[in-house]
C-alpha cells in the first residue's frame, strides 16, 4: 500500500515543497515578465500580469491560484501602497483636497449608474444589476500607483489628485458594495432588512471616516514630533521592524472594519514619512517592496481564466462592459478634475480606470452571494484585467512634467 | 437571514483581514519578545519562541498556527539559511569537512540509538519506536545559526563544523525518516515492501547527494566566474531578486526531493556569497531576514500545546525524552569534534542539540502515520522547544574567540 516514493516525502514536507516551488515559479516568471517589458520599452506591471496569465489556468497550469498565493498577493499591494505612502506627505493630499473629493464622488457615482443602466438594459435583475454597479465602481490604485513610480511622477499634482481620490473612492465603494450584498442578500431570503441595514452602513461608514482622519492628521502629526518612537532607546535596531508592524497593523485594522487593506497601509506609509528625515527608513523597505509586489501583478493574471471568454457571446459581453468601465471612470475622474486643465485632467481620468484586484473580488462576492454566475464572473474578470492593461500605456503617454 | 454587520466584511475580504491580523499579532509579539530579552540580556530568540507560547493556544489564544502562519514560518528559516549561506564561503566547510562529517554521523547514530532504546524500554512498537528515534535525530540548524549570528562567531572553526555536520545530519536524517516510515507503514498494512524500499531510499539519497555535492561545488564556481548572471545586463536593476530567485528555486528542489528546504537555501546563499565582491546583495537581503525569521520562532512556539503536558506522567516522559535527546546528540557531535579540543567540541555539541521545527515535523509525520498518539505528539514537541531553550544560553556562555 505504501507507494515506493512517498515515504521520503511526507504530507507536511510535501505541502511545503509545493508552496515553495508555487512561489519560486510565480517570482521567476513575474520577473522574466517584468524585464522582457522593459527591454521592449513597455510597462513592466503589464509583463508581470501577462506572465501571471502564462504560468495560470488559462495556458500552462503549472500554478494555480490557492490561499497561500493570495496571501502574498495581499502583501504585494500592501507593501506597494505603504511604500507610495513613504513617498508621501499629508500635506501633499491636503492640497489637492477638494479636487481629490470630487474626482472621488464623481468617479464613482458615473461608473455605477453605468453598470447599473447596463444591468438593466440586458435584462439582469435587482440583485445582479446592482453588483454590476459596485463592480465598476472601484479603483484599484495599487496599479496606478506602480505606473507613478515608474514614470517618477509621484509627486506632481496629478499623481497626489489620484491618491486622494482612491482614498474617498474605497469609503463610497465600501458603501455600494455593503448596499449591492444587502440587496442580494434580501432577495435571496425575501427580506430585505432595510432599517438594519442603513444604520449599520451609516456607522461602518463613519467608523472608516473617522479611522483615515485619525489616522491621516493625528498619526501623521504624533510621528511628526515623536520620530523617535520608531527607534531610538526602545528599539534596540533599525526602525524597519516597528515600521513594518505599524504597516500591517494599520493595514489589518482597516480590512476588519470593512475598508481595503491598502487604505491602512497607505496611511501607515504617510505616518512613518514624517520619520523620515530620522531614520533612513526608505532603503531597507526597498526590498520587501521589491520582493512581494509582483506576487500581486502575478495574481491578477493568475486568476484570469481565458477558456471561460472563448464564446463569440461573452466576448462581445466582455467588450461591452470593459467600455462602459473605462468611459464612465474616464468620464467622470475627468469630469472632477477639470479644473486642473485638459491634459492633467485626462492623466487623473486614465489614472483611476484600472479596476485590478477590486474588481476581481467584488466579482467574487457577488458569485458567493448568489447573484454573478459564472459567465459575467469571467467577463468582470476579464474588464478588470482590461482595464488594468489599458491604463499603464496611456498614463505613459499622457505622462505630466515632473515637479521643480 | 443577512446579519447586519456581515455585509460589510464579505468572506473573501474577511479571512484576508484575519490573515493580516494574525501576520500583525505575530510580529508583534516576536519582535516585543525580543526587545524584553535583549534588554535582559538573554538570547532574543528565546523571547520571540516564547512570545509564540503566549499569543497562541497554550495561554491567551490569540492566533492559531495555520496554513499561512506555516509558510511564513517556512521562509523565515529558507531566509536564515540563506543569510548563513551568505556569510559562509565553501572552501570554510572543505576545510572542516571530516571533522564536520564524524560529528554529522555520529550525531545522528547515538540519538537513533538512544530513541529506540528508549522506545523499546518503554515497551512501545516496533513502528513508534523507530518514529521516536528518529524524531530524536535531526538537528534544527537555524534555531543555531540565528545564535552564532548573534553572538558574532559565525566565521569560527566551531561555528562552520556544525553548519557542515547539518548538512550531513539532513541528509542522513532523511533516510532515518524514510526507513520510519516505511516500517510505520509496513506495519500499519501487514505488507513491509522492503526490497521497494530499499531501493527507493537509495535512489533518493544518492539524488540529495548529489544535489548538494553539484551545487555546493559546480554553484560556486560558476557564481565566481560568472558573477554577472545576477546582474549587469540582463537584469536592470539589483541583484536581489535574481538571488531571492536561486534561494527560492534551490529551496523548493531540495524540498522536492525529500530534503529539509534549508539546505538548499544554504547552498544558494553561499552560491550568491560568491558574487559579494560585485554587489552590495546583503544591504538587500538584510530586510528579508529581518521580517520573515521572526515568524519561525514564534511558530515554534504556537505549536506548543502545554494543556496536553499538564500530568504527571506526561512531564516525566517529557524530562526523559529531553535528557536522552540532549545527552546523545551533545555526546554523539562531541565524539566527534572531540579533536578540536574540549571547549570547542562541547560548543559544537551543543550547537547540535536544538530539535526546533525538525523534531515538530517528524512528530507530525508519526501521527499521520498513526504510530504516534497524542501524548507522545505533545511529548516530542514538547522537547523540542526545550532543546530549542536550552541551548542559546549555553551557547553563549561557551562561546569561541572570534576569528582574527
Not at 472563448?310 to 468620464?331: F, I, R, Y
Amino acid at each position: 500500500m505504501v507507494d515506493a516514493m512517498i515515504p521520503l516525502v511526507p504530507l507536511a514536507a510535501a505541502d511545503v515543497a509545493d508552496i515553495l516551488t508555487d512561489l519560486f515559479v510565480v517570482l521567476l516568471a513575474a520577473k522574466a515578465g517584468d524585464e522582457l517589458f522593459k527591454r521592449i520599452g513597455q510597462p513592466s506591471i503589464v509583463g508581470e500580469i501577462l506572465a501571471g496569465v502564462l504560468i495560470g489556468p488559462s495556458v500552462l497550469g503549472l500554478v494555480e491560484p490557492g490561499e497561500v498565493l493570495e496571501v502574498f498577493a495581499e502583501l504585494g499591494v500592501v507593501f506597494l501602497l505603504f511604500w507610495v505612502g513613504l513617498e508621501t506627505r499629508i500635506s501633499d493630499i491636503r492640497e489637492v483636497g477638494r479636487t481629490a473629493l470630487l474626482v472621488g464622488v464623481l468617479g464613482v457615482v458615473l461608473p455605477f449608474a453605468g453598470g447599473v443602466g447596463l444591468g438593466a438594459g440586458l435584462g439582469e435583475d435587482g440583485g445582479t444589476t446592482v453588483f454590476l454597479g459596485a463592480a465598476l465602481v472601484a479603483t484599484s490604485v495599487g496599479i496606478t500607483s506602480a505606473v507613478l513610480i515608474d514614470l517618477g511622477v509621484l509627486g506632481t499634482r496629478p499623481s497626489r489628485t489620484i491618491l486622494g481620490a482612491a482614498v474617498i473612492d474605497d469609503i463610497l465603494a465600501m458603501i455600494v458594495l455593503a448596499v449591492a450584498v444587502g440587496i442580494a442578500g434580501g432577495e435571496g431570503t425575501g427580506a430585505p432588512q432595510v432599517g438594519n441595514e442603513v444604520t449599520s452602513i451609516l456607522v461602518v461608514t463613519a467608523l472608516a471616516a473617522a479611522f483615515v482622519a485619525f489616522f491621516a492628521l493625528g498619526g501623521t502629526r504624533l510621528m511628526q514630533h515623536r520620530p523617535q518612537i520608531l527607534k531610538a532607546p526602545r528599539f534596540s535596531e533599525s526602525p524597519l521592524l516597528p515600521a513594518v508592524i505599524v504597516c500591517l497593523g494599520l493595514a489589518a485594522f482597516a480590512a476588519q472594519i470593512g475598508l481595503a487593506a491598502i487604505i491602512g497601509a497607505f496611511l501607515a506609509g504617510m505616518m512613518v514619512a514624517e520619520t523620515k528625515e530620522h531614520h533612513p527608513i526608505e532603503d531597507e523597505v526597498a526590498p520587501l517592496y521589491a520582493f512581494f509586489p509582483p506576487f500581486f501583478f502575478a495574481f491578477i493574471g493568475l486568476e484570469l481564466d481565458l477558456g471561460e471568454l472563448a464564446d463569440a457571446e461573452t466576448l462581445g459581453l466582455l467588450a461591452l462592459v470593459t467600455v462602459v468601465a473605462a468611459a464612465t471612470k474616464l468620464a467622470g475622474a475627468w469630469l472632477g478634475a477639470r479644473g486642473m486643465g485638459g491634459r492633467e485632467a485626462l492623466f487623473v481620468g486614465v489614472g483611476m480606470v484600472p479596476r485590478g484586484e477590486v474588481g476581481i473580488i467584488v466579482a467574487g462576492i457577488g458569485q458567493t452571494a448568489g447573484v454573478i454566475d459564472e459567465q459575467l464572473f469571467a467577463v468582470i474578470v476579464g474588464m478588470s484585467v482590461a482595464t488594468t492593461l489599458l491604463a499603464p500605456p496611456l498614463l505613459r503617454s499622457l505622462r505630466p512634467a515632473t515637479p521643480g
